[in-house]
């Protein structure tokens, strides 16, 4: 049996672990995002509507996601 020693953050490590993943996932859903508008011709305006694969809308702005953080609060 082998101890692990005490300067070890196991738990640390996994929530700094969950933050990069979820940063990562955050930053691939705007790349997407992004490239659909340039694709579609949509990223000059300030205010325009994507439809996502699923039938979901985002709010864009310049191309870029719009945050609902009113929605995203309530979910949570």
Not at 44 to 71: F, I, N, P, R
Request: overall charge negative; charged content about 15%.
């Amino acid at each position: 049996m082998v101890a692990a020693p005490r300067f070890l953050d196991f738990k640390g490590d996994a929530t700094a672990s969950a933050v990069q993943g979820m940063e990562g996932a955050m930053k691939s859903a705007s790349n997407i995002i992004h490239a659909k508008s340039l694709i579609i011709g949509n990223s000059c305006s300030s205010s325009a509507t994507l439809t996502l694969k699923g039938g979901a809308e985002v709010d864009t702005h310049y191309g870029y996601g719009v945050a609902e953080w009113d929605q995203a609060w309530g979910e949570m």
